[in-house]
């Protein structure tokens, strides 16, 4: 969860443990890292690579 930071704790410690299945949410979610714009960048840059590539063949 991005508004909380994590923090260790012993295993002896854990009662539960917990898995989401999913969420009901009013406003789009932000992404979970900032690098996203720059990993969906360099992925349309190396598909216009290999459509130049395939277009030269």
């Not at 009901?24 to 840059?45: C, H, K, V, Y």
Request: proline fraction near 11%.
């Amino acid at each position: 969860n991005p508004d909380y930071p994590p923090y260790s704790v012993k295993p002896s410690e854990v009662v539960e443990v917990w898995r989401a299945r999913g969420y009901l949410a009013f406003n789009w979610p932000t992404p979970a890292f900032s690098g996203m714009e720059r990993i969906q960048g360099t992925l349309d840059s190396l598909r216009a690579e290999i459509q130049a590539i395939k277009a030269g063949r």
